[in-house]
């Protein structure tokens, strides 16, 4: 019996314009059209996040939250913090604890009826529309309505249904299924039409989303929180049983923030402070900078990569606490515009599909943020009334001789900083293309069991195992071991700009402007 092994390629992509890259590949070509219609890197990312809300509905949207980077040409570098937040009236008496020891960050208790992570009483006030909202306001061109408009035509037209998405809807049919809304959206197949476009897939008309976001459109942002459409989702979210009050969405506030900075090599490395991923990323970065990793063997590389990922874990959970999300879904998107602005933007919902409710009278898919609380009382980050919580997002931006070089992220829970810390040793230290980095296997050090792809050279295990157990693994598509990052970067002393995107996913894409 013969086997046939296959290499799975996306080449980077280079343009003399603007490049947004992101995990849907119709998202970045609507991110790619602001940009050839003249808006800059501010209006394509907002434009990007908001039609991801309709094309992959199970990683991000409208009823998440996140983070976002920003640099203007003359690298001066500032953070928006719009994720999400719990229900002034979250009780930790809601989330009654039930079996487990409760020892270790490995073994805690349940939640009675996991209604932590599932359910209306998972849901966090969201923050997307807001920050999408504020971000353009301060650093795009173009107009909230002008930016909303494609996807609306998106939801109107529906989303595509090819095998990748009912993949992702047979994955989570089991949690869909207890919500009669959810299940109504997703897995009742009488509800897609033809694709005229593609014999093999189908089209999942959205008529809700697309009448909410006409509303947006209209009405402008602050509607999602003091008007109309926040009227109609505190109705639906208490109606099945959410604490979120008209309260919570009328104080809901972004806020700006300084980013976390640190020196690697030649490079200066901003990403978001705080309660995120980010200041684990710096301090993975600074342990790697005590080593000379630019001429190592990959086995060594990889093993310097485990003990720093490690050790920053241990001082991350002493410190910070836990995001209890081994695997949170999430959707990044980097993007470069001609005059050099760069955003480094991620936007979540958690676990895939959220809380797995929709808010029925707007097609809203809302997240599961208390996930994200450590359930154990006393903890750093355990659930409180109005409190924000512990995420993995660490989007980056990289600056050289002070202007803005890099912009790059990941999707995958804690597995996002390690990815992040791998690709921009390879990039900085190895002096390797962003092709080669995305293509060269890596490992995830998020666990104490570290996981090696299969494809890393056979020492590599080997190099790892003198410190940490080793487990071997595929870069599957589901469950996704390794993150899923994007990255652009500036083009160098008159070089194209660069684009790259996760290889092993069928819809991730870099697209570019038309010159």
């Known amino acids: 019996m013969s086997h046939q092994t296959w290499a799975v390629t996306k080449p980077q992509i ?34 990007t996040a908001i039609a991801l809300s309709v094309v992959e509905p199970w990683l991000s949207g409208l009823g998440g939250g996140g983070f976002l980077l920003h640099a203007d040409k003359q690298g001066h570098v500032e953070a928006l913090d719009f994720n999400v937040r719990a229900p002034i009236a979250a009780d930790p008496a809601d989330y009654p604890l039930v079996g487990g020891e409760g020892g270790d960050w490995f073994n805690w208790p349940s939640v009675e009826g996991d209604r932590n992570l599932i ?26 309505a002008d930016i909303v408009a494609p996807t609306i035509a998106l939801a109107e037209r529906g989303m595509r249904v090819d095998w990748f998405a009912d993949l992702a809807f047979a994955v989570d049919a089991a949690g869909l299924s207890t919500n009669a809304h959810c299940a109504a959206l997703f897995l009742d197949k009488s509800r897609r039409m033809p694709d005229l476009t593609d014999p093999t897939a189908y089209l999942l008309p959205m008529p809700a989303k697309a009448k909410m976001l006409k509303r947006l459109a209209k009405a402008g942002a602050q509607d999602f929180y003091k008007g109309e459409i ?99 879904c999430t959707s990044h998107l980097s993007v470069i515009d001609k005059a050099g602005n760069v955003v480094s933007l991620t936007n979540t919902l958690l676990s895939r599909f959220g809380a797995k409710v929709v808010a029925p009278s707007l097609e809203l898919v809302m997240n599961n943020g208390m996930m994200w609380f450590d359930p154990r009382p006393n903890q750093p980050n355990s659930i409180a009334s109005g409190a924000i919580p ?8 990289t600056t050289k001789n002070g202007k803005p ?35 060269a296997p890596r490992i995830d050090a998020s666990s104490p069991t570290i996981l090696v792809n299969r494809e890393a050279p056979k020492d590599t295990a080997t190099a790892i195992s003198a410190h940490h157990p080793v487990q071997i693994a595929e870069d599957s598509l589901y469950p996704v071991q390794f993150a899923i990052p994007s990255l652009v970067q500036a083009g160098a002393d008159g070089e194209p700009n660069i684009g790259v995107v996760h290889p092993n996913n069928p819809w991730t894409a870099a697209r570019g402007e038309k010159q």
């Open 14 to 47: 280079e343009c003399a314009g603007g490049i947004v890259a992101a995990q849907h590949h119709e998202a970045a070509q609507i991110g790619a059209d602001i940009l050839s219609a003249g808006g800059n890197a501010m209006d394509a990312a907002i434009a």
């Open 390 to 397: 512990l995420a993995n997002m660490s989007p980056v931006i």
């Open 405 to 439: 070089d890099i912009a790059i992220g990941a999707a995958g829970g804690r597995q996002i900083f390690p990815a992040i810390a791998q690709l921009l040793s390879r990039i900085i230290d190895r002096q390797e293309t962003p092709e080669a980095a995305f293509h």
């Open 119 to 144: 359910g209306p009483m998972s849901i966090c006030v969201p923050g997307a529309v807001a920050g999408f909202a504020e971000g353009l306001s301060k650093y795009g061109s173009m107009s909230w």
């Open 230 to 328: 926040a009227e109609t989702l505190v109705h639906d979210l208490q109606a099945c049983g959410s604490k979120i009050s008209s309260k919570d969405l009328a104080g809901y506030k972004t806020v700006w923030r300084e980013p976390a900075k640190a020196s690697y090599r030649d490079r200066e490395i901003y990403t978001m402070p705080g309660l995120s991923g980010g200041p684990s990323l710096l301090s993975s970065l600074g342990r790697l900078s005590e080593h000379d990793l630019g001429q190592m063997d990959e086995a060594h590389f990889a093993a310097h990569h485990a003990n720093a990922i490690r050790a920053t874990y241990e001082e991350r959970l002493k410190s910070m606490g836990h995001a209890a999300a081994a695997h949170d």
